[in-house]
């Protein structure tokens, strides 16, 4: 025995051997036959750090394995049996079992060639506990066989390892990390690759009906059923984990709640299955609860590895089915750090301007580059800024800094909408959005309360209240706060409405007086159909016809965003008089003037909102087609 050990204990039993001396002396046990069947009792083994105890144990060997199970013949056989095993490295690492079986087989030659295999199992009706410096784990009842293999030959050859371990529990920790598994099944092996024995091959499984970990205070998690199956394969060039590894993964989970100090609220995932490899990432079913949003994620992501090497794009298509979403909160999730630091020439000069302490405060969504990704949404409802939306249904598309919603469909506060838009991010404080916007059946109210920025463009419509169809198309640039540049402002809207009230009292009485209305005239429009046009800061309305009662009129005019305005009103029916309304709200001056639209005035419909669709829709081809790679 080495001289730094010590052995103490006592054993009985029989060891018959039969071997020359020279090679019992020299460790080559393989040459000769030795077996044994012993018991030994309070064995006490100490050498160097390391400290064993073992108050009573059976050990069964063969040399070599001559089973007539056996096809060959093999280098050990051997079976351990222990009451209770108490073992320690001092300072280290400290072992606790309980009565345990341990089988090992070895062999020495596979085909003739020289390779040393082993076959290891263990069982354990008892705890088996370790612990070592700042990590500790319990296993309960665990099944362990693992199987090596390893060429003596050529030791450039990565060793074959195989191992299994099944428990009805494990319970552990590494520094801040806690976890607990139940009723598991854990497989692991490497081996060298398929053509270079010499780069490691890896595969791993772990399939539990219950586990929980936790990481500090950051991260909790909490699942029921969970099943991953993963492999990996070395590649010396990769520049980072994922492309060194290439790992395949196959994820199955159930009934999961994570809770991440980023984050105010609960991760639920009542279930998902996917699939990850550098070329794809396949999602097979899933249900989230992310926050306040519930959805099923579905589809297939793309050139994943390309990506991570900046050789490509991401592409992929998902289906989004959810029963209520905030997307106010998951866009602030998937938000870029930067933008795409595109140069751009329709930048204004007040974005040149110092940026105040709240647009540096403010943090916007950020559309990611080098992506090129499809989502179909199909959204029951859904919070959008300030509003609530329902049945919402269409395209979004996002593709290298650009955000497009196609023909995006949803009821919001009663009303019926269609929206077209961009948005893209060239810099946090300067946010390119055009949109293309169709509501039905709109209280006027509530559309000023969803665009806020009517109220400045248009302020006419907080003279009117009612039901009415409204069209805009417009294109401006935002700040981090999502308030447009007026300097960079430019669009069309047209509004179509039947029974509105059309102006204050105090103002309807000073036209009426002027207009000579019928005292009992009501302040309601029959009917109205306006068109728009926004410019910078200057707003023209083109002129157009107003049903009062039995009077008719033609209004037009101009308004400046300092809320200046020179409109006309010429009446037209059953008198032929004109009104000019001036001034500001502040200094308002109402007085007659010459009739400009003639008796048999027909107002001329413009249809710049078609135009400016028109080029919307054009503007979003050609940024989506500016990727397209022909081939």
Same mark, same amino acid.
């Given at each position: 025995?080495?001289?730094?050990?010590?052995?103490?204990?006592?054993?009985?039993?029989?060891?018959?051997?039969?071997?020359?001396?020279?090679?019992?002396?020299?460790?080559?046990?393989?040459?000769?036959?030795?077996?044994?069947?012993?018991?030994?009792?309070?064995?006490?083994?100490?050498?160097?750090?390391?400290?064993?105890? %073992?108050?009573?144990?059976?050990?069964?060997?063969?040399?070599?394995?001559?089973?007539?199970?056996?096809?060959?013949?093999? !280098?050990?056989? /051997?079976?351990?049996?222990?009451?209770?095993?108490?073992?320690?490295?001092?300072?280290?690492?400290?072992?606790?079992?309980?009565?345990?079986?341990?089988?090992?087989?070895?062999?020495?030659?596979?085909?003739?060639?020289?390779?040393?295999?082993?076959?290891?199992?263990?069982?354990?009706?008892?705890?088996?506990? /370790?612990?070592?410096?700042?990590?500790?784990?319990? =296993? @309960?009842?665990?099944?362990?066989?693992?199987?090596?293999?390893?060429?003596? @030959?050529?030791?450039?050859?990565?060793?074959?390892?195989?191992?299994?371990?099944?428990?009805?529990?494990?319970?552990?920790?590494?520094?801040?990390?806690?976890?607990?598994?139940?009723?598991?099944?854990?497989?692991?092996?490497?081996?060298?690759? $398929?053509?270079?024995?010499?780069?490691? !091959? %890896?595969?791993?499984?772990?399939?539990?009906? $219950?586990?929980?970990?936790?990481?500090?205070?950051?991260?909790?998690?909490?699942?029921?059923?969970?099943?991953?199956?993963?492999?990996?394969?070395?590649?010396?060039?990769?520049?980072?984990?994922? %492309? @060194? !590894?290439?790992?395949?993964?196959?994820?199955?989970?159930?009934?999961?709640?994570?809770?991440?100090?980023?984050?105010?609220?609960?991760?639920?995932?009542?279930?998902?299955?996917?699939?990850?490899?550098?070329?794809?990432?396949?999602?097979?079913?899933?249900? =989230?609860? %992310?926050?306040?949003?519930?959805?099923? +994620?579905?589809?297939?992501?793309?050139?994943?590895?390309?990506?991570?090497?900046?050789?490509?794009?991401?592409?992929?298509?998902?289906?989004?089915?959810?029963?209520?979403?905030?997307?106010?909160?998951?866009?602030?999730l998937i938000s870029a750090d930067e933008g795409s630091e595109e140069t751009t020439t329709t930048a204004s000069i007040q974005d040149e301007q110092p940026v105040s302490h709240e647009e540096k405060e403010a943090n916007p969504f950020l559309v990611p580059t080098s992506v090129d990704l499809?989502?179909?949404?199909?959204?029951?409802?859904?919070?959008?800024?300030?509003?609530?939306?329902?049945?919402?249904?269409?395209?979004?598309?996002?593709?290298?800094?650009?955000?497009?919603?196609?023909?995006?469909?949803?009821?919001?506060?009663?009303?019926?909408?269609?929206?077209?838009?961009?948005? $893209?991010?060239?810099?946090?404080?300067?946010?390119?959005?055009?949109?293309?916007?169709?509501?039905?059946? =709109?209280?006027?109210?509530?559309? =000023?309360?969803?665009?806020?920025?009517?109220?400045?463009?248009?302020?006419?419509?907080?003279?009117?209240?009612? @039901?009415?169809?409204?069209?805009?198309? /417009?294109?401006?640039?935002?700040?981090?706060?999502?308030?447009?540049? +007026?300097?960079?402002?430019?669009?069309?809207?047209?509004?179509?409405g039947k029974d509105l009230v059309v102006l204050d009292n105090e103002t309807f009485s000073t036209i009426s007086k002027l207009l000579m209305f019928k005292k009992k005239t009501e302040n309601k429009v029959d009917s109205i159909s306006a068109e728009i046009t926004l410019y910078k800061n200057?707003?023209?309305?083109?002129?157009?016809?107003?049903?009062?009662?039995?009077?008719? /009129?033609?209004?037009?005019?101009?308004?400046?965003?300092?809320?200046?305005?020179?409109?006309?009103?010429?009446?037209?029916?059953?008198?032929?008089?004109?009104?000019?309304?001036?001034?500001?709200?502040?200094?308002?001056?109402?007085?007659?003037?010459?009739?400009?639209?003639?008796?048999?005035?027909?107002?001329?419909?413009?249809?710049?909102?078609?135009?400016?669709?028109?080029?919307?829709?054009k503007t979003i081809r050609e940024s989506m087609r500016k990727n397209v790679k022909i081939q």
């Amino acid at each position: 025995l080495p001289k730094t050990m010590v052995l103490d204990g006592r054993t009985k039993g029989a060891v018959d051997a039969k071997i020359r001396l020279s090679d019992l002396t020299n460790m080559r046990l393989e040459k000769g036959r030795i077996t044994g069947d012993l018991t030994l009792k309070d064995i006490d083994f100490k050498m160097d750090s390391m400290l064993a105890k %073992l108050p009573m144990t059976t050990l069964t060997f063969a040399i070599p394995n001559t089973q007539p199970s056996r096809k060959k013949t093999g !280098w050990l056989s /051997a079976t351990i049996g222990l009451d209770q095993l108490s073992y320690e490295m001092i300072d280290a690492l400290q072992v606790r079992m309980g009565e345990t079986t341990l089988k090992v087989e070895t062999d020495n030659l596979i085909n003739g060639n020289p390779v040393l295999t082993a076959n290891v199992s263990l069982t354990s009706s008892e705890p088996l506990t /370790a612990r070592m410096d700042s990590m500790a784990g319990t =296993i @309960k009842s665990p099944s362990i066989t693992a199987y090596a293999e390893y060429d003596t @030959k050529d030791t450039t050859h990565i060793p074959v390892l195989q191992a299994q371990v099944s428990f009805d529990a494990l319970d552990g920790y590494y520094t801040d990390i806690k976890g607990v598994l139940a009723k598991s099944t854990i497989k692991a092996s490497i081996s060298g690759g $398929r053509r270079d024995k010499s780069i490691p !091959w %890896l595969s791993a499984s772990i399939h539990s009906d $219950r586990v929980e970990a936790a990481m500090g205070s950051d991260i909790a998690i909490n699942t029921q059923k969970i099943a991953i199956d993963a492999s990996a394969h070395y590649n010396k060039n990769g520049e980072n984990v994922l %492309l @060194k !590894w290439n790992p395949t993964l196959k994820f199955d989970l159930h009934s999961a709640v994570a809770d991440l100090s980023s984050f105010t609220q609960q991760i639920k995932i009542p279930q998902i299955t996917f699939s990850y490899s550098n070329k794809d990432f396949k999602i097979s079913q899933s249900q =989230i609860i %992310l926050g306040n949003s519930d959805f099923s +994620l579905t589809g297939e992501v793309k050139n994943m590895g390309n990506w991570m090497r900046k050789k490509g794009i991401l592409e992929g298509e998902l289906n989004f089915v959810s029963d209520h979403t905030d997307a106010n909160e998951l866009m602030a999730l998937i938000s870029a750090d930067e933008g795409s630091e595109e140069t751009t020439t329709t930048a204004s000069i007040q974005d040149e301007q110092p940026v105040s302490h709240e647009e540096k405060e403010a943090n916007p969504f950020l559309v990611p580059t080098s992506v090129d990704l499809t989502l179909n949404t199909h959204i029951k409802e859904a919070v959008i800024f300030n509003e609530v939306a329902h049945n919402l249904g269409g395209r979004l598309y996002m593709k290298n800094g650009t955000l497009v919603l196609e023909e995006m469909g949803f009821i919001c506060n009663a009303a019926k909408l269609q929206l077209t838009a961009m948005y $893209r991010t060239p810099r946090r404080n300067h946010i390119y959005l055009g949109m293309d916007y169709h509501m039905l059946d =709109i209280d006027i109210r509530e559309l =000023i309360s969803m665009i806020p920025q009517l109220d400045t463009m248009m302020p006419m419509l907080q003279s009117f209240a009612g @039901k009415a169809e409204f069209h805009l198309a /417009a294109e401006t640039y935002l700040n981090a706060q999502y308030e447009p540049k +007026l300097s960079t402002l430019r669009g069309a809207c047209s509004l179509f409405g039947k029974d509105l009230v059309v102006l204050d009292n105090e103002t309807f009485s000073t036209i009426s007086k002027l207009l000579m209305f019928k005292k009992k005239t009501e302040n309601k429009v029959d009917s109205i159909s306006a068109e728009i046009t926004l410019y910078k800061n200057e707003i023209d309305i083109y002129p157009f016809t107003v049903s009062m009662d039995n009077y008719m /009129a033609a209004l037009g005019g101009r308004h400046n965003l300092d809320m200046s305005f020179d409109y006309h009103i010429s009446l037209l029916s059953p008198l032929y008089i004109g009104v000019d309304v001036k001034g500001t709200f502040d200094d308002l001056q109402i007085k007659a003037a010459k009739c400009k639209y003639a008796q048999d005035f027909k107002p001329l419909f413009h249809h710049d909102v078609d135009t400016q669709s028109a080029e919307l829709r054009k503007t979003i081809r050609e940024s989506m087609r500016k990727n397209v790679k022909i081939q």
